[in-house]
């Protein structure tokens, strides 16, 4: 299967603290998203990070790409209970397909 | 922005029956995409339009299914005859280009055959 995975499958932690989840891929990409899911929600995009990039930042969100590992993760500083929701990363190899990771439920304590 | 728009939100049938999942894009985007998630293979691409017409359909699971987007502002998804198999969340996704670009889903159709 090409489907991503994502480790930890899910992750609990308390209010305040960070949330570091990890999204592992088999191909070579053009670029990688991270999506966060609420429950019964749809997929909201987070951010992009390009093949030819190693860090992006956007508010309390952190994404490193690493092309030699096959790796991405997404960091999420100072969290929130509004934060309590499934992460998923999100590949294409150049075209309009994108793989999907397993996801990361994380559920922050308040 | 309205946002993409899929109705119904919950649909629930018997075996046999046929279902159709109705979705509206991002005014202005011209692709479109149908997703199915389940737990067992998560998020999976059905159908992807380009421009109204059906660029990718190799993920339609088999004949049951079919796709249809008879204008810029409107799709469907038809699974006919529906089995139990078949319940899962469909989402509905836009964007603007169809490349690389960010998808925007909907809030999805929670499918349940009997």
């Known amino acids: 299967s090409q489907q991503g995975e994502e480790d930890p499958q899910a992750l609990s932690i308390q209010e305040g603290e960070n949330a570091t989840m990890n999204c592992s891929y088999k191909?070579?990409?053009?670029?990688l998203q991270w999506y966060r899911q609420n429950s019964g929600r749809g997929l909201v995009h987070l951010i992009l990070?390009?093949?030819?990039?190693r860090e992006k930042h956007s508010g309390r969100l952190r994404v490193t790409l690493d092309t030699s590992k096959k790796s991405s993760s997404l960091l999420i500083t100072a969290s929130r209970a509004a934060d309590t929701a499934s992460y998923f990363c999100a590949y294409t190899s150049g075209t309009y397909k994108y793989i999907f990771g397993t996801g990361t439920r994380l559920k922050v304590l308040a | 922005d309205a946002g993409v728009i899929q109705s119904p939100r919950h649909e629930v049938t018997e075996m046999g029956q046929e279902v159709t999942l109705r979705c509206k894009p991002i005014s202005g985007h011209n692709s479109l995409f149908w997703y199915r998630q389940t737990m067992m293979r998560g998020l999976e691409l059905l159908i992807y339009?380009?421009?109204?017409?059906?660029?990718?359909d190799s993920g339609m699971p088999e004949d049951r299914f079919s796709a249809k987007m008879p204008n810029a502002s409107f799709s469907t998804l038809k699974i006919q005859p529906s089995e139990p198999r078949d319940s899962a969340v469909y989402f509905c996704?836009?964007?603007?280009?169809?490349?690389?670009?960010?998808?925007?889903f909907g809030p999805g159709t929670r499918l349940l055959v009997l």
């Open positions: 339009f380009n421009n109204n017409v059906p660029i990718d």
């Open positions: 996704a836009s964007s603007l280009q169809g490349g690389d670009e960010t998808q925007y």
């Open positions: 990070i390009r093949s030819n990039e």
């Open positions: 191909t070579s990409i053009n670029n």
